[in-house]
């Protein structure tokens, strides 16, 4: 490794004086590996340090942060038959138009490649891109930490930092070999004291969305990719929440709505007049306007009693409902029961990540593990209960999954029992997520049909928006 220090500063590569960084910090010491380029040698060197520290970790590619690490990873990919894709820094308005370059394939894994890290913006500005391409990411490897809140900023988003050297153990590497005076190793060390913490820049890049028609071909669940195929077909990403008092009621607003939703969300448990012709009425209707019916049950028992009330009882979900939902607060056992009854018939689940009323325990650690639970169930777990799913660490997830978002008016606020409400163009748009879930908006509305025109018509708009 001193070889290697030695190496960048007889190349000029390591600057002392006065330099603005991109977190818009002053530095004393400035790194520039942009030179390594004209030194095959050095080049040579940082590519097989870089790839060398990471010998333990499993990726399937590589990508370089463009532009300084773009010739770091094709060295890498060249020597070690690699394969290597490359986020583009501007993406073109004509051609494919693509953010991500390659031949990669949905779920493999992506080790992102850097010259080095401050604050962590640039690895997380290539990472957005490549997650929402559907690449897995999760370590980065730089050359040089400057320890000034990088790692910490990047494992708050899911990516593990693989760092060659600190900056102070390059300095004083430096000074030890007399290439660096006592009075300029001062002010460096000063100055990283200091500035210990720099926070990542918001991430201003733009990262286009894939379509639902794109995301309908990653699905590995017949429900999740009819789902993703209704929305476009009928260009509405809007389901309603049927929270009625009768099944009559709700067989009367099915019909009428049908038309503008490409999902039904029932609490059938409710209806004092169901009767078990209940099921095949719906699927009438949900078939004469070409949407999915889902049973919010919000499952949270043990595997073995949840397959019992899943299938059997009087309501007998399993028949007539494409979609349910559960809470993992048991753990994996309930998605693997609902999953033994539920895959063969081609159902699909979505876990409850996140709720939308006031105080609720869904957030942080418990998002984490339902994410988890999903990807090792994915052929049966098509999405979420999400509120702000942009907001996740390692965002943009896995793309085959779909959130879906309750809570959504024409106007922010809320209700006296803590229901919380956002709009459409906020909760798609702002909040990443893809589905809007309205109740009242529609229900007590004086021309229903007509509401529900109106929140497709937002909700539409706003992942348009996100597309483009």
Known sequence: MESLVLQLHEISAVKFGNFKLKSGISSPIYIDLRLGISYPSVLRNISQTLISSVSSTSFDLVCGVPYTALPIATCVSVTQNIPMVMRRKEIKD????????????????????????????SVLETAAPLRAAGLKVSDAVVLIDREQGGRENLESN????????????????????????????????RFLEENQKVGALATTAKVKA???????????????KRLFEIMTEKESNLCLAADVGTAAELLEIADKVGPEICLLKTHVDIFPDFTPDFGSKLQSIAEKHNFLIFEDRKFADIGNTVTMQYEGGIFRILDWADIVNAHIISGPGIVEGLKLKGLPRGRGLLLLAEMSSTGNLAKGDYTTAAVKIAEDHSDFVIGFISLSPASWPG???????SHATPGVQMVTGGDALGQQYNTPYSVVHDRGSDIIIVGRGIIKAANPSQAAREY??????????KCS
């Not at 050297?165 to 300029?184: A, F, N």
């Not at 699905?219 to 999740?224: A, D, E, I, L, Y």
């Not at 497709?456 to 928006?465: F, I, P, T, V």
Request: aromatic share 6%; proline share 3%.
């Open 210 to 224: 894939l379509s639902f028609l794109e995301r309908a071909k990653l699905s590995k669940n017949p429900t999740g």
């Open 158 to 189: 899911g990516i593990k930092l693989h760092a060659i050297l600190k900056l102070t153990e390059m300095v004083k590497i430096l000074r030890e070999k007399g290439k660096l005076d006592e009075q300029m190793l001062g002010v460096v060390m």
């Open 395 to 401: 965002a943009p997830i896995n793309p085959s999954f």
């Open 456 to 465: 497709r018509l937002q909700g539409w708009s706003a992942y348009l928006a």
């Open 94 to 121: 004509y051609g494919t138009s693509k953010a991500i370059e390659g031949d990669f394939k949905h779920g493999q894994s992506c080790l992102i490649i850097e010259d080095l890290v401050t604050s962590g913006t």
